[in-house]
C-alpha cells in the first residue's frame, strides 16, 4: 500500500526535525545476477527501469548509480519541459513525453510539481520570426499547440519585459507553447525510483561500473566496484558520460561532452510567471515558487567532464538576461551550476541497440534530457523488453550516423554551436 501524508502529519514530521521518516527505497545490496542491469540512477535510468516493471513485467533489474540517486545531470538542469521541436521524430517524441509529463503526479503518486506556465521564445528579427511560425505550423499539423505572439500580446503574459523599439536587438515577436513550462527535477528521481522500488527493482548507490563483460560479441555483465553482476541485457543511461561506458565495450560513439550552465538568483518578488527563452541573446529564464530567477543560456564550447564551467559563460549569460530584464541587473547570484552533456552531431538522441547484442543506449540529447525523461524510460523499456525499439525511438538509432538519416534538429537550443 503507498504512504500517504496528510498536511497534519507533514507539520507534525516539520516539527520535530524531519526525523525517523521512512525511507523512500531500499538499500539494496547488489545480487549476482539480473534480468537487467541499467547503468546510471539518473531520471532516464530510473524511468527505464520503472516502466520495465510496470509495463513489461521484468522486475528483476538493478539500477547502478555511482554516487547518489538524482546526483548527475537530473539535479543539473533548468526544469523546463516542452515538445516544440520541428522535426516529426522529435516533435513526436516530445509530445508523448509532456503528456507522460502532464499524468506522472498521479502515476507515481508523487508530486512532481508540474507547472505548465507556458514557454515563450522571442524573436528578434523577421527571419527568426518567420522560422518559429513555420516549425509551430508544422507542430500545429501534427496536433501540437503552438501560437505566435505580437510584441503587444508578450508584453501583455510579460509585463516587466523590455519590448522597447530603442534597444539593440528589439523583439519583433515571439512564440508561445502554452502546454510547456517545469517540473520539480528530483522529485522526478525521487518518484520514479520510489515507484520503481516498489515493483522489485534494486536501486544500488554507490556503485561505480568500471567495465563491461562482453563475449562472443554479446554482453554478459559488468565490472563494478562493488563486484561483478552477471546479467544478458545492459542499460547505458550515463548523460555526460555516455562515450565512456560505450569505449568499455569498443563502441565509438558521434557525441561529444560539453559543458551547460546554469544559475539561480536571490530570491525577489515574483515577476515572471513563464518561461521565456531568447535565442538571439543565447539565454533564457523562469522564476521559482520561491522567487529565485532561475538562468541558463548556451553551452561552454569546450570539451569537458568537470561539472564546473567558465566565469566567462556566467558574463555571458547574465548579459543577456539583463538586456531582457534590465531590472534584475543587481540582484546577486545565489549559485550556479554545470552539467555534463551529450551533445550528439545533429542535435538529436541516440535511443536503440548498440553494435554488442544485448548491450543499448539511452544517451546523446543535448538540451532536451530532462524534458525527454518519462519518453525516453518508456521507450528504452520497451527497447530492451523486445530488443527491438519502439515506433517513437526507431529512427533515432545509431546507425543513422552511418546511413546519412541524420534527424538535424540543432536549432532547437540557444546556443551558437547549434545553429
Known sequence: MKQRYSFPALVWNALRGHRDWAPAWRKAQPRKNYDVIIIGGGGHGLATAYYLAKIHGITNVAVLERAWIGGGNTGRNTTIVRSNYFLQPNSDFYDFSLRLWEGLTSELNFNIMLSQRGVINLCHSQAELETFARRYNSNRQRGVDGEILSVAEIKKLIPHLDTSPDVRLPIVGGAIQRRGGTARHDAVAWGYARAADALGVDIIENCEVTGLHIDHGAITGVETTLGTIKAPKVAIAVAGHSTQLAEMAGVRLPIETHLLQAMVSEPVKPFL???????????????????????????????????????????????????????????????????????????SPISGKLPVHGLYLDGGWCYGGFKATPAAGWCMAHTIAHDEPHDLNRQFSLDRFRSGRVIDERGAGNSPWLH
Open 273 to 347: 510567471d513563464t518561461m521565456v527563452s531568447s535565442a538571439t541573446h543565447h539565454v533564457y529564464l523562469s522564476q521559482t515558487d520561491k522567487g529565485e530567477l532561475v538562468v541558463g543560456g548556451q553551452i561552454d564550447g569546450y570539451n569537458s567532464f568537470s561539472q564546473r564551467g567558465a566565469f566567462y559563460r556566467i558574463e555571458d549569460i547574465t548579459s543577456g538576461a539583463i538586456a531582457l530584464f534590465p531590472q534584475i541587473a543587481s540582484l546577486r547570484m545565489l549559485r550556479k551550476w554545470a552539467g555534463a552533456v551529450d551533445m550528439t552531431m545533429d542535435g
